[in-house]
Structure formats: structure tokens, C-alpha cells
Nanobody, 121 residues
Framework: QVQLVESGGGLVQAGGSLRLSCIVS????????MAWYRQAPGKQRELVAT???????NYADSVKDRFAISGDYAKNTVNLLMDSLKPEDTAVYYC???????????????WGQGTQVTVSS
């Protein structure tokens, strides 16, 4: 019943920019936290950035000063603006959200299907 759908991935040259978007839809009470992860070929999935309901952000060291995450908890969307992209940023990017399904329910983690970002050298 809960879906996370990413968009905005694609092919970009090194130094370019992309904006990823994710929208959470379905039946739920509240989105508690949103984040972006990525998984490059041959590597484990890693946390890229998180944003709290208060707008507090955290970034992986590898993307600090280049990426910006923003969340709209009223609209249940999260974006990732990626600037100065490098070939090593190439990965499948996944939207992630901690969601409270009902007023008295527990928070569960949900994932999007992923969107491919390819940065050419």
C-alpha cells in the first residue's frame, strides 16, 4: 500500500547536475524520516543523505558540498540536488523513508525501486 517512486535519474557528463525526486504515496499516517541511498556496481548500498522533519540534514563525506537534500513532509516528497557530479557518483539511487502506517503503529522502512544515475568522464 505504500509506494516510493523516484525520478530524475539519467546520464550526465562529469561536472554536470541532476535533480532526483521521490514521492511517497499510499495509505499511511506519517512519514517520519526520508533519505537517499545509492549502490554502485560492486559496492554495498551506502547512505547518501538524510533529512529530518525539522529540515536537519546529514551527508556522506563523499557528497558534502556537492549534494543537497530537501524534504517536504507536508507533501511527502524528498529531493536530491546533485551538483559537480563525478564518475564515482554513478550508482542506482534509492529513496528511503521511515513511515508510520497508523496512529498507534510502528515505524517501518520502505524503499523505492531506484533510479540510475550515470556520470560519464
Amino acid at each position: 500500500q505504500v509506494q516510493l517512486v523516484e525520478s530524475g535519474g539519467g546520464l550526465v557528463q562529469a561536472g554536470g547536475s541532476l535533480r532526483l525526486s521521490c514521492i511517497v504515496s499510499g495509505s499511511f499516517f506519517r512519514v517520519n524520516v526520508m533519505a537517499w541511498y545509492r549502490q554502485a556496481p560492486g559496492k554495498q548500498r551506502e547512505l547518501v543523505a538524510t533529512v529530518t522533519t525539522q529540515g536537519i540534514t546529514n551527508y556522506a563525506d563523499s557528497v558534502k558540498d556537492r549534494f543537497a537534500i530537501s524534504g517536504d513532509y507536508a507533501k511527502n516528497t524528498v529531493n536530491l540536488l546533485m551538483d559537480s557530479l563525478k564518475p564515482e557518483d554513478t550508482a542506482v539511487y534509492y529513496c528511503n523513508a521511515g513511515i508510520k502506517r497508523t496512529t498507534f503503529g510502528q515505524v517501518a522502512t520502505y524503499w523505492g525501486q531506484g533510479t540510475q544515475v550515470t556520470v560519464s568522464s
